[in-house]
C-alpha cells in the first residue's frame, strides 16, 4: 500500500465516498466529488478570474488557496503532491494559457494552476450535458478539447485501484500518497458511470444533474439560487423589484406566487 504516514484513501460506492486522510486519522464521508468540490471551493475565484481576464492570479495567492484546500481535505495546510513535469509539453504554453510572464515557476505554481484549469474544464466539458453550459461557455472553448487530458493521464498513472465491498456492494477503492490524483479519480469514477455534473457558478461545488432536469443552473442551495435569481434580474435593485412584485401576487397566501409575465 505504502507509507501509512502519507497514504490517502477514497472509496466509492454508489453515489457515496469515503475519504481517509492518514494525517488527519479520520474518515470524510460525502456525495460524489467530495474532493473537487473542496479544491474548487478555495480555488474557485482563481479560476473564474483567470477565465475572464486571460490571467493567472500571483503565485502566492495560488499557494495559499492551495494551502487552504489541503488544509480542509488534509487536516495540514501542507502540498504533500508536487506538481507535474511537463517536459511533454511546452513550458511556454502553459504560460501563455494562464497569462503570466515566462520565467522559473520555481514553486511549481503555475503547473498547479494550469492543472485544476484542467480539471475544472473537462468536467464542465465532458461531464455537463448542456450544450453551452451557463457561466462556463469560456471554460468550454478554452479547455473542452481532447488534448486537455495530459493531467488527467498523468494523475491517473499515480493511482492504485482494488476493488472491495461495503455492505454486500461492489466498491472501488483507490490509494495515493497525495491528495490530486484521488480528485482525478473522482472525474474518472464519473466518467464510468456516465454522471452527469456541473460547477455551481457561485459556491463552486459540484452537483448532480436530476434525470428530468438538465438546465439546473445552480447546486440548488438557498444562497446560490438567490445569487442566481439576482443575476437573472440584472443586480440587486432588480431583484428586490422582482421580489416585491412576487409578494404583490402572493395576496399574502403561503406557498409559491403565480408566475409573472416576466417570468414566463
Known amino acids: 500500500m ?3 504516514k502519507t497514504l490517502n484513501l477514497l472509496l466509492f460506492y454508489g453515489e457515496e465516498e469515503s475519504f481517509f486522510s492518514s494525517r488527519r486519522q ?3 464521508q460525502g456525495k460524489s466529488f467530495m474532493l473537487c468540490s473542496a479544491l474548487f471551493r478555495n480555488l474557485g475565484g482563481i479560476i473564474s478570474d483567470l477565465l475572464l481576464s486571460g490571467k493567472m492570479s500571483a503565485a502566492d495567492e495560488v499557494e495559499s488557496a492551495l494551502h487552504r484546500f489541503y488544509l480542509e481535505v488534509n487536516g495540514s495546510d501542507e502540498i504533500t503532491d508536487r506538481p507535474l513535469s511537463v517536459k511533454e509539453m511546452n513550458f511556454n504554453i502553459l504560460h501563455l494559457i494562464n497569462g503570466c510572464n515566462p520565467g522559473p515557476d520555481v514553486r511549481g505554481m503555475v503547473s498547479f494552476c494550469s492543472e485544476v484549469l484542467s480539471l475544472y474544464g473537462l468536467i ?3 461531464l455537463d450535458p448542456r450544450e453551452v453550459a451557463s457561466g462556463h461557455l469560456i471554460a468550454k472553448q478554452w479547455l473542452g478539447d481532447a488534448s486537455n487530458d495530459f493531467f488527467f493521464k498523468k494523475r491517473c498513472r499515480q493511482l492504485r485501484s ?4 461495503v455492505s454486500g456492494r461492489f466498491a472501488l477503492v483507490h490509494d495515493s500518497p497525495g491528495i490530486l490524483p484521488l480528485c482525478w479519480a473522482e472525474l474518472l469514477n464519473a466518467l464510468q458511470h456516465e454522471q452527469k455534473v456541473s460547477v455551481c457558478p457561485y459556491c463552486h461545488n459540484i452537483y448532480r444533474f ?3 432536469n438538465y438546465q439546473k443552473l445552480t447546486c440548488g442551495q438557498p444562497t446560490c439560487r438567490k445569487a442566481q435569481l439576482i443575476h437573472k434580474h440584472g443586480g440587486i435593485e432588480g431583484y428586490r423589484a422582482w421580489e416585491a412584485e412576487r ?3 402572493s395576496g399574502g397566501k403561503r406557498g409559491r406566487p403565480r408566475k409573472t409575465s416576466s417570468e414566463t
Open 26 to 28: 479520520q474518515v470524510m
Open 210 to 212: 436530476p434525470i428530468n
Open 162 to 165: 482494488s476493488p472491495t465491498a
Open 247 to 249: 409578494k404583490k401576487n
Open 2 to 4: 505504502g507509507d501509512l
Open 124 to 126: 464542465v466539458t465532458w
